[in-house]
């Protein structure tokens, strides 16, 4: 110990703390940014490499570990978002619809046919049987009311898993 003196002593610690912890924050940030490119890159890779694992994680996370708190409150968030920034909605829905008009017509479709008692909705997704809130697939767009009934998270696997016909696309809400 080079002081005798604790105050001392601690003020001396605290300083060269201080100091180092100028030096370290320096230098990581310097090596963050000399990175940067290098480590989005690493990340989009992991990302790539992982994503059937991740996929599979999350599928099972919610399908049995997320609480029906966490659930309620990701609905409650979701919805309350979509009230404030109803505007943002909307001219969101409307450049998806511009980009994909086949699926807005798709989706129009089958809302109409289920309101005319033409498509019925069913209580189970047509794959695992889960019941709740179960969405109309389209395996093809231009056969409009063919659909395949399934849950959510069937639903999902279901457009990141490509099929030889389609690449994986963005889901159609
Ligand atoms: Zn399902
Ligand atoms: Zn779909």
Redesign the pocket.
Known sequence: MPYADKERQHEYDRKKYLKNREKVLARSKASYYANLEKNRQYRREYAKKNREKNNAYHRHWRKNLQSSESKAHERKRASEWGKKNLDKLISRNRRYNTKYPIKYIAHVCVKLAIETGLLARPKNCSRCGASGRI????PDYSLMLEVVW?CPIC?KS??LTPTPKSEPQQ??R
């Open positions: 969405e109309a697939h389209h399934l639903h279901e457009h889901e159609e």
